[in-house]
């Protein structure tokens, strides 16, 4: 029987960076030799989850997502794949001493697929009354996000705001000006899983 390999394929590795820059983590257990990818999500986004996991599935010792209760009483579901030395390379472009961050080499590594992971994991439209978008970036640095931001212009034509939070956080926004061209580049992507379809404006709208 012909052995599977650990190699990425296109698709994993546009889907890993979207991952990366939303709420996936990659995990090192020995020092940073390999890596395993922990992708969580809430029951209510199984589907999405279940996706993922058919990307990855390669690469799991699971057979199928799992369902945990959290202490809280909320549901998660999602996978853990096996620890690999595939993975090393974008642990180090995402992460430093352990703190993730936006890397330097973003414009790289991001493509349409990502950036529409990015989206499906942390975006979320303004309200039901808005046709404007929020990518909620808890854990970046305000230099991070002025970073992509950029990037975000450079790449896609994409044209996005710093909105400051409460708690000392930032959020990008993605106004009218940019709301209709960045629906048309993620909405291949999006509209594949039901359970994130809401979280676009209606494209023939």
């Known amino acids: 029987m012909k ?6 394929n296109d698709e994993q590795r546009a ?38 996991f058919e990307k990855f599935k390669q690469f799991c010792v699971q057979q199928k997502v799992y ?12 996978f853990t794949t096996k620890s690999m ?43 039901s009354r808005h046709h404007t978008y929020n990518i909620h970036t808890l854990g970046y640095t305000k230099n991070d996000l002025e970073f992509i931001q950029n990037k975000l212009q450079k790449l896609f034509g994409i044209q ?3 909105h400051a939070q409460r708690n000392s956080t930032w959020r990008l926004y993605i106004g009218a000006d940019s709301a209709q061209r960045f629906t048309g580049i993620v909405h291949p992507h999006v509209q594949m899983i039901p359970s994130m379809r809401k979280k676009l404006v209606n494209i023939h709208a």
């Open 67 to 78: 369902r945990r209760v959290r202490k809280d009483g909320r549901i998660s579901v999602g």
């Open 3 to 8: 052995a599977i390999s650990d190699s990425l």
């Open 15 to 52: 889907i890993l960076v979207g991952l990366l820059l939303g709420d996936g983590h990659l995990e090192t257990q020995n020092r940073g030799r390999t890596y395993r990818l922990k992708v969580e999500h809430s029951d209510a986004q199984t589907d999405y989850a279940q996706w993922l």
């Open 160 to 162: 996005v705001v710093l």
């Open 85 to 127: 030395g595939t993975f090393r390379f974008y642990a180090q472009q995402f992460y430093v001493d352990a703190k993730k961050r936006i890397p330097p080499q973003i414009d790289t590594l991001l493509t349409p697929q990502g950036l529409a992971i990015w989206f499906m994991d942390d975006g979320s439209r303004k309200s």
